[in-house]
């Protein structure tokens, strides 16, 4: 870092002293002008002054953002090109302070845990109106199935010791420009898929810019889903992969059918998603599933299925599995690699299929003594990627879930169906608009801190 601060310091010195070089010539030369012309040295002077303190500020301010259309080019004394260059000087400025302010906000940030806070009130508005985006599946559009209180879109994420910027649709897909964001995980992915497409179609204002690549029908029976943005040349994907490695069918010799899970094959489909630029991986419910974590005749390695694998050591080997193919077949210097931590349920007594419930629930559990223990499975989690060779940038949402009660679907979940108390209620996935956008933001805030690159490389 002490070396670019020399060099920096360098070339700021090299560009004034050009500077001034240049100026005495110009000087010299206008005034020679001046006494052939009807224009005054003083005007002459006071105008070419104005030009060199625009240049001195765009030489010394490297967050200047002030363009030479907000220059004059040729000399004129009926016009108002002096106090133009006064305005340019004074804009660059004011821009200049701005950009500093946010670069040192970001700077903050990148020291900062962003995911260790709080959730607060807050009256602003989602990052996209409910009911406005077509793209939500039917699972997770509480506001359209009927949903009547609307409290749980008001609370935002408030890390301890910093700011998050207010997430820019805009800006995050000038950052996406050209390149293919893939999401790849189980349906917690696709809530957070479908919730990032919303928040960035609405900063578009020709909505019909954004299209489906493929229909409804085809994802789900391939698994493969994809929205592309027309302007800036890049797609936002999910790809359907709930344990990451591979689910196996097979008929005995009797004929019956069965399935194991290869622990020691990643996913078929990770030759669909082995060249994007960005991909945001997740695993972690389907784990908890009677037959997973049961563990019985399901667990297999090479030929060998195990009568009996605890669950915990089956997902040690899968995530090994899948952390061996990211170091064989990730570019780390093209692909920026993000694992999102597991997402908190909040059934009260008894699962999703033994009548398991979250109605009625309108605010996040306020104390943190109601909140569940640290999830085994990421532990496991943190233990891998430490080990890994390729960078891992881990979004470690689970504890900020785990306030969130009342932001699940509930009996919600489906639109003109009897609601009663015997009905399967969704207490996994989220509504959206909802809590899925903080974690879109996070992603925002974190590649905005890589976009500035505080390391000095």
């Keep these: 870092m002490a070396y670019f601060k020399n060099l920096s310091s360098s070339l700021m010195s090299l560009a004034r002293t050009h500077i001034l070089i240049i100026s005495l010539v110009l000087l010299s030369l206008l005034f020679l002008l001046a006494s052939q012309t009807n224009h005054?040295?003083?005007?002459?002077?006071?105008?070419?002054?104005?030009?060199?303190?625009?240049?001195?500020?765009?030489?010394?301010?490297?967050?200047?953002?002030?363009?030479?259309?907000?220059?004059?080019l040729v000399l004129d004394s009926e016009s108002n090109c002096t106090l133009s260059s006064?305005?340019?000087?004074?804009?660059?400025?004011?821009?200049?302070?701005?950009?500093?302010?946010?670069?040192?906000?970001?700077?903050?940030?990148?020291?900062?845990?962003?995911?260790?806070?709080?959730?607060?009130?807050?009256?602003?508005?989602?990052?996209?109106?409910?009911?406005?985006?077509?793209?939500?599946d039917e699972a997770f559009n509480c506001f359209k199935n009927g949903r009547p209180d609307s409290d749980y879109l008001k609370y935002k994420w408030r890390p301890s010791g910093c700011q998050l910027p207010r997430f820019d649709g805009g800006k995050m897909l000038e950052m996406l420009r050209g390149k293919?964001?893939?999401?790849?995980?189980?349906?917690?992915?696709?809530?957070?898929?479908?919730?990032?497409?919303?928040?960035?179609?609405?900063?578009?204002?020709?909505?019909?810019?954004?299209?489906?690549?493929?229909?409804?029908?085809r994802f789900r029976t391939q698994g493969f889903y994809s929205f592309k943005f027309r302007d800036y040349m890049c797609s936002i994907d999910f790809i359907k992969s709930p344990f990451l490695v591979q689910e196996s069918k097979f008929s005995d010799k009797s004929g019956a059918r069965g399935e194991t899970l290869r622990l020691d094959m990643?996913?078929?489909?990770?030759?669909?998603?082995?060249?994007?630029?960005?991909?945001?991986?997740?695993?972690?419910?389907?784990?908890?599933?009677?037959?997973?974590?049961?563990?019985?005749?399901?667990?297999?390695?090479?030929?060998?299925?195990?009568?009996?694998?605890?669950?915990k050591e089956a997902y040690t080997k899968a995530l090994k599995t899948w952390a061996q193919w990211v170091d064989a077949n990730i570019d780390s210097n093209r692909t920026r690699v993000f694992f999102r931590g597991y997402s908190a349920s909040h059934f009260r007594k008894g699962q999703w299929n033994t009548g398991g419930s979250c109605h009625g629930e309108?605010?996040?559990?306020?104390?943190?003594?109601?909140?569940?223990?640290?999830?085994?499975?990421?532990?496991?989690?943190?233990?891998?990627?430490?080990?890994?060779?390729t960078p891992v940038f881990y979004l470690n949402i689970t504890r900020m879930t785990d306030y969130r009660q009342d932001g699940h679907p509930s009996i919600y979940r489906q639109r003109e169906i009897p609601r009663g108390p015997g009905m399967f209620q969704d207490c996994s996935h989220w509504c959206l608009p909802g809590v899925p956008d903080s974690w879109n933001e996070l992603l925002y805030a974190t590649l905005l801190i890589s976009h500035y690159d505080f390391t000095g490389k």
């Excluded at 970001?106 to 962003?114: A, E, F, G, T, V």
């Design 40 to 72: 005054s040295p003083a005007l002459i002077a006071s105008a070419l002054t104005s030009r060199l303190l625009f240049a001195a500020n765009f030489y010394i301010s490297p967050f200047s953002s002030v363009s030479s259309s907000n220059t004059c």
């Design 86 to 136: 006064v305005t340019a000087v004074e804009t660059a400025h004011a821009n200049s302070r701005k950009d500093q302010e946010r670069y040192n906000r970001i700077k903050k940030l990148s020291s900062c845990d962003i995911f260790n806070g709080k959730w607060v009130a807050d009256n602003s508005e989602p990052l996209y109106k409910p009911g406005s985006c077509p793209f939500i």
């Design 180 to 217: 293919r964001l893939v999401f790849v995980g189980d349906s917690l992915n696709r809530n957070m898929w479908e919730s990032l497409v919303c928040a960035l179609r609405d900063s578009l204002k020709d909505k019909s810019r954004v299209y489906e690549v493929s229909g409804r029908q």
């Design 266 to 311: 990643i996913q078929g489909s990770s030759t669909k998603y082995c060249d994007a630029d960005i991909i945001i991986f997740n695993t972690g419910h389907w784990w908890t599933h009677h037959k997973t974590f049961k563990g019985y005749n399901y667990f297999q390695e090479g030929s060998h299925v195990y009568n009996k694998l605890e669950v």
């Design 362 to 389: 309108m605010k996040p559990i306020a104390s943190d003594t109601y909140i569940a223990t640290y999830p085994w499975m990421m532990r496991v989690l943190e233990s891998v990627i430490a080990e890994m060779k």
